[in-house]
Structures are given as C-alpha cells and as structure tokens.
C-alpha cells in the first residue's frame, strides 16, 4: 500500500455557503447552552435567518466566478462547485429562509407548531407542566441548520463518501424534527419512526451501493467511477448493482416510487411547516444529487439503465396521481400531489441534456417555493374547540368547505399555488412542466412527456375538486356541522409574509420566467 | 483463504440485516438489522480496500462507524420515546397514519 498524505489545499472561500449554514447550527448549539430562555427563539430566529440570508448572498457573490469557469473542484475533488452546485445552494438557501419563518411564527397565545418539551410522554402532568410554563423546544433552529447544510453539500459532492455523509447530514435532523409536533404527538412521533427506519434503511442500501462501486472502480471518486464504466471489462454486475443500489438511496430522498411508501405518512404526521420545508428543500437537494449521479456516472451504461428509470417516472407519476384521487386530508392529497410531482421532476432528469437539466433546476425552485406557500396555508386553518380554544389543524378535506366566503384572500392565494401546482399557464408550475417535458422530448424520451401530460391532465381534477369546494360549496351550518369548528387561526404574521413571499414568487415565475431560466441555462453543465 | 470470501459474507451478512428490516416486528431488532447492513458494506469497503491497495475503503470504514454511531443516537432516542409513549416498540402498532 503507498503510504504518504499530502493535504489537499482548501479555497474556504468556495465553500462559503456551506460553512455560513452549518457554523449557524453550531453557533445555535451554543445559543441553546448559554443564552437564557427568554430572549433564546429570537436570537435563534435572527441568527438563523442572518445565515441562511448570508448563505444566499455568498452564493450570489460565487456565482460569477463559477459562470466564467464552468466552476471549481475544491478540497481536493471532494466538493465539486459547479453550477448545477451552485443553483441548488441558492435555491435551498432562499428557501430556508422563507420556510424559516413559517416554522418560527407563532398564535396569538404564543403557541408555536413545536411541542413545549419534546422529551414529554404525551398527554403526561410534565407535559402539562411544561405547556404552562411556556417552555419553547427552540433546538429546531440549529436542527434546521444542520439540515439545510446537509443538503447544501449534498448536490456539490464529489465523490460517494461526501454525498453519504451529506445525506446523513441532512437526514438526521429531519427525522427528529418530524417527531417535535405540539399537537396530535403520536401521529407525529409514528411519522419520526417511520421515517428514521425506512430512511436507515434506505442509507444503508445507499452505502452497500458505494461499496460495490468501490470495488469496480478502486474509488469512490463520481469522474473516476464514470471513467471505469468505459475501461473496466468483465465486472459490468458489479457496477450495475452498485449503481442500482445507489439510485435506490437517492429515490428514496426524493419520494419516487416504489420508494415513496413514507410520503403521505410522513409529510401527515410531520409538524406542517416542517413538511413544508422539507417538500421545498430536500427534494431540491436530492434531485441536486442526483442529477450529478447520473449525468456524471451513467451515461455511459444509460442503456442498461433507461428502462428501469423509465419504469420509475411512469409509475411515480401514475400512483401519486390516482392514489391523490380518493385522499380525504389535506395534507395527504398534498404529499401525493409531491410524488407525482416528483415523477414530473424526473422526466427532466432522464432526458439527459443540458435543457433537461435546466429544467430540473427551475423546477425545484417552482415547486418548492409553492409547497412551502401551501403548507404555510394549511397551518393557519384551524380547528376550534367548544370553549372556543384554538385546537390543531383542520386537514380534513371537508372542514374547508366555504373558506373562500369566509376568508377569500387566503382562499385565493391557496388557489393560486394548487393552480401552479396543476400547471395552470401564467404561474410557475405551467413552465417548470414545460420546460420539463419539451427537455424530455428532445431527449428523445417523448413517452414520458405524454405520460406527464396525461397525468397532469388527471391532477387537475384533484387540485380543482379543492377550489370548487373553497369557493363553490356552501358551508355546512353550525347546526348541522359533525367536526369541530373551523377557524383562520391570527399568528404573529411571519407566516403572513413566507405567504406573500412564494405567492409573488410563483407569480412572477409564472410570468417572466426567462431571466431565471436563462441564469440556470447557463448554469447547467457538470463538470466532471 | 481467497478474499472473495469476505465479499460473499458481506454481502450474506447484508441480506440477513435486509430480510431483518422486513420481517421482524420490534423496532429495536429492525434497527439492527440495519446497523447489520451498515456494518456488512464496512466488511465489503475494507475487503475492496485489500483488493485494490488502496486505503480509501479503510478511511471511508471510519466514516461509515461514526454516521452509524449518530444514527443510533437518533435512532434510539425517537424509539424509546414511542415506547414510553404507547410501552410497546412493535412496529405493527404503529398504525394510526392511514389513508
């Protein structure tokens, strides 16, 4: 064996997101320990937004640079800061921080979507005690930190060590935050479990991939892996299982089928804005890492793999599309809303061309800025208790029956995101699905767009059956009501502005999205 | 002894934690099914390593043990929070998400 080190030289400022966010989280560790309770949430908050905002500016600043050079490999080949990189750091960053605000806003009483102690067996005296005395789990701040720098590492890997850690990174976190619900906590502790164990399992799967393509190409190294594929003769089952078992890690992430089974669970049980992020921000960090595995490593076996991807976006798109169909929650409807779109998503990716990836870009942007919108609606709507106490979240499908008459602003702007969500012209989701299938279609894979199509056409009726019902449906009497009363619950108005925030963005992505498409056209190219 | 050896244990070693994942009902022993996995892939990473003369697969062992070590830590704590909820760690009784 050859002995020697020779450390890689380090350009920190290439990596000057990255570490803005994760030096956050760690900083926010110390806040927990140091800080006294009162003032803790709003040295978070202001902390946590500082970061994600200055992550977003560094991104900026880099971008120039990496646009001249078609961008660079730093710590030794191990981050590649290229413009695909780049792009998902910014998205995920600008997401963050708008779904930063959604999870930090609170009722009027002060009630925050977290649970006061964590750590509390629900329905127990200390938790009671702990509700009383206002406790705030304020871990979620640096937890979310953890996370969004995870998944601002994970599209720039470059090689499978950093991808695995990155995707542990980011998944650590996530699993914790899905359990920290203040209300309905087993339903939300069920979602951490499901989530933890299917998510372990699916590493794990991950992990044996990048053993099994350490051993075809003697390194985990995404150029040197891609170079084997061509000279390496005689060991093709390796390699194809290596990267099959990799690919099985990464749907997993992004909740393609047949690995979506944690979905609607997950995104029901999860506290709402922390569904909301994490619709938004891993998707975007997964369909990153992605897009690198295989535009870098496949397309040299793409022919061994097409029908297997193909199979995938197929179903994806046609499960999550009809299993939405007969779904009576909210937020479940949603969650199938995002396998489908998920299945969208992927026809951009299995095009293999440059348009494609452009595509994919704009797409997690499109969609995410719309997930976190709605998801950040579905936290206002609430239940209202007999005494006139402000319970949890309505989500059944039928306690929203008349909410345009009551409350039509919030009515009209919910509409607005499940119009981009179905791809209404004029909003964004319309040229995310278009640039999507025209990229498909020129990478000659026009099966997919017409199956994208038609499963779009199908999604309208689920999407529309919610409008109609806002708007059209008179609302049951308070007589005749079986459920609870349904109220819009006041917050403290960070909420108010994440909502403004993606509305104007799916607006204006909806109509003039060429400066936007034009910066990620010039973005799109990996380099090895 | 042939290295080949190592790579079928690991890889046996592999499906045993697999078909624990999917076959056991108690959480804790479908949680190790997983540390199994993770810990075959570690046998296949340093066998690989062996192979090839190259000490990446050594170092990326390391990295495998600590990611696991943080992911029992997780693991454990939401775990043994459900089974302090509803004393039972079973995963069949953990059915309240349906559609």
Redesign the interface.
């Known amino acids: 064996?050859?002995g020697g080190f020779t450390a890689p030289q380090i350009d920190w400022a290439q990596l000057a997101p990255i570490i803005i966010v994760l030096g956050a989280g760690v900083v926010g560790v110390l806040v927990e320990a140091f800080v006294p309770r009162g003032v803790r949430r709003n040295v978070q908050l202001a902390l946590t937004l500082l970061a994600s905002a200055g992550a977003l500016i560094a991104v900026a600043a880099l971008w120039s640079g990496v646009r001249e050079t078609g961008g660079t490999s730093v710590v030794g080949g191990s981050i590649l800061l290229d413009g695909p990189a780049l792009v998902i750091q910014g998205v995920v960053a600008a997401l963050t921080l708008i779904a930063l605000l959604v999870v930090a806003d609170r009722t009027e009483t002060g009630e925050s979507a977290f649970a006061p102690a964590?750590?509390a067996?629900?329905g127990s005296d200390y938790e009671q005690l702990a509700r009383r005395a206002g406790l705030e789990q304020t871990e979620v701040f640096p937890l979310i930190m953890f996370a969004a720098g995870g998944m601002m590492i994970f599209p720039a890997a470059g090689d499978l060590?950093t991808m695995?850690?990155a995707l542990?990174v980011l998944s650590?976190p996530l699993?914790?935050l899905s359990?920290l619900a203040r209300r309905r906590?087993?339903?939300s502790?069920?979602?951490?479990?499901?989530y933890?164990?299917l998510g372990?399992?699916a590493?794990?799967?991950f992990?044996?991939g990048?053993?099994?393509l350490?051993?075809f190409a003697?390194?985990?190294r995404l150029d040197a892996i891609a170079e084997a594929t061509t000279t390496v003769v005689g060991l093709d089952p390796l390699m194809l299982a290596g990267v099959a078992m990799l690919l099985v890690g990464l749907l997993f992430k992004i909740g393609a089928v047949p690995f979506h089974s944690w979905t609607?669970?997950v995104y029901?049980?999860a506290p709402t804005p922390i569904t909301g992020f994490m619709a938004a921000c891993t998707k975007a960090a997964a369909f990153g890492a992605l897009l690198r595995v295989v535009y870098v490593v496949v397309p040299s076996i793409v022919w061994d793999l097409r029908p297997a991807l193909w199979a995938v976006v197929i179903l994806t798109m046609a499960v999550g599309t009809l299993?939405a169909l007969?779904?009576t929650?909210v937020k479940?409807i949603l969650a199938y809303s995002a396998i489908a779109h998920t299945g969208f998503i992927l026809t951009g990716v299995v095009a293999l061309t440059s348009s494609g990836i452009t595509s994919v870009l704009f797409y997690v942007l499109a969609y995410g800025a719309a997930s976190i919108g709605i998801f950040a609606i579905v936290t206002l709507v609430r239940e209202v208790g007999p005494d006139g106490v402000v319970l949890g979240e309505a989500t059944h499908l039928s306690q929203w029956t008349g909410l345009g008459r009551s409350n039509p602003w919030l009515a009209v702007t919910f509409s607005l995101f499940l119009l981009s969500f179905a791809g209404i012209p004029l909003t964004a989701g319309f040229i995310a699905k278009f640039t999507a299938f025209s990229a498909a279609v020129e990478g000659g894979a026009t099966p997919l767009a017409i199956a994208g199509a038609v499963a779009s056409a199908i999604a309208v009726f689920f999407y529309v059956r919610i409008i109609v019902l806002m708007f059209f449906t008179d609302a049951p009497r308070a007589g005749d009501r079986t459920g609870a009363e349904v109220t819009v619950v006041k917050s403290e108005g960070l909420t108010t502005v994440a909502i403004a925030l993606t509305a104007l963005l799916t607006v204006l992505l909806g109509v003039f999205p060429s400066p936007v498409l034009d910066l990620m056209a010039q973005a799109a190219k990996f380099i090895p | 002894m042939s290295l080949t050896n190592y790579l079928v244990l690991a890889s046996l070693l592999f499906a045993i934690g697999a078909s624990t994942v999917l076959l056991r009902r108690n959480a804790i022993v479908v949680f190790m099914g997983v540390e199994l996995m993770l810990n075959a892939t570690n046998l296949l990473l340093v066998t690989f390593a062996r192979m090839h003369g190259d000490l990446s697969g050594q170092v990326i062992a390391f990295f495998v043990m600590v990611v696991a070590a943080a992911e029992v830590v997780i693991g454990l704590a939401i775990i043994v929070q459900i089974f302090r909820t509803r004393r039972s760690a079973s995963v069949d009784d953990v059915n309240l998400l349906k559609s």
Not at chain 1, 189 to 194: F, G
């Open positions: 064996m050859t964590a750590a067996v629900p060590l695995f850690v542990e650590l699993y914790l359990g906590r087993l339903l502790q069920e979602a951490a479990m499901k933890f164990l372990a399992f590493s794990a799967f992990l044996f990048v053993g099994l350490y051993g003697g390194s985990v609607p669970d029901q049980g299993v007969v779904q929650d479940r």
